[in-house]
């Protein structure tokens, strides 16, 4: 579907109540609010965004990135009546991690009325129809009860823990589909 307004944002699908749409720079002050939301620090981490500018080189450095290396990212969650920014779904490709996987966050206002769902069901779609992935990964963190349940709305189930390269923290591994082969290239951290 991908079609570009007259404000150069395109459109990547739509739902019956949500546009998802390419992040653009001047979407800085949407992106500062999110990602210093107490639940976004609780849930996914500190992005070490503390101005208009860091939010501009996150989306410089994150989704425009990605659209352009991979072909899909992370997107603007709005609401079609008012154009109102609500949050973020899209599809991310981690190293440890041998499929894409979901992801998505809203503000608190737009909690709570099924939107995420609306969005991840879009995505869900749009990943297997246009982009043709056969599996779909999700992450979170085991205390993320709203998104746990979220996701085995969507379908998935708990694969297994993981421990990302890097971190300390193990994180609930959830996929859409049995793995192809084995246990995937998720790497584990044999010291946790």
């Known amino acids: 579907m991908n079609r570009s307004n007259a ?4 459109t990547v699908l739509e739902t019956a109540r949500l546009r ?18 107490p639940r976004w620090l609780r849930y996914i981490g500190d992005r070490g965004v503390r101005n208009l500018d860091d939010a501009r080189n996150y989306i410089v450095r994150g989704p425009l990135d990605t659209y352009s290396r991979l072909g899909y990212g992370l997107y603007m969650v709005e609401l079609k009546d ?10 991310l490709k981690r190293d440890y991690l041998d499929a894409p996987d979901i992801g998505f966050a809203f503000l608190p206002a737009h909690v ?22 056969p599996r779909v990964l999700a992450i979170t963190n085991p205390e993320n009860e709203p ?4 996701l085995r709305k969507l ?7 993981v ?9 609930c ?14 790497r584990e951290n044999p010291d946790a």
């Open 82 to 91: 008012g154009d109102v920014a609500a949050g973020m779904c899209g599809l």
């Open 163 to 171: 421990v990302p390269v890097g971190e300390t923290r193990e994180i």
């Open 7 to 10: 404000d150069g944002q395109t």
């Open 147 to 150: 998104s746990i349940g979220l």
């Open 155 to 161: 379908g998935f189930s708990l694969e297994r823990m």
């Open 173 to 186: 591994l959830y996929a859409t589909a049995p793995p192809q082969s084995g246990r995937g290239n998720a």
């Open 112 to 133: 709570g009325k099924g939107l995420a769902h609306e969005a991840a069901v879009g995505m869900l779609g749009y990943a297997r129809s246009v982009l043709r992935m």
């Open 20 to 37: 998802l749409r390419h992040f653009v720079p001047d979407d800085a002050p949407f992106i500062l609010e999110l990602v210093n939301d």
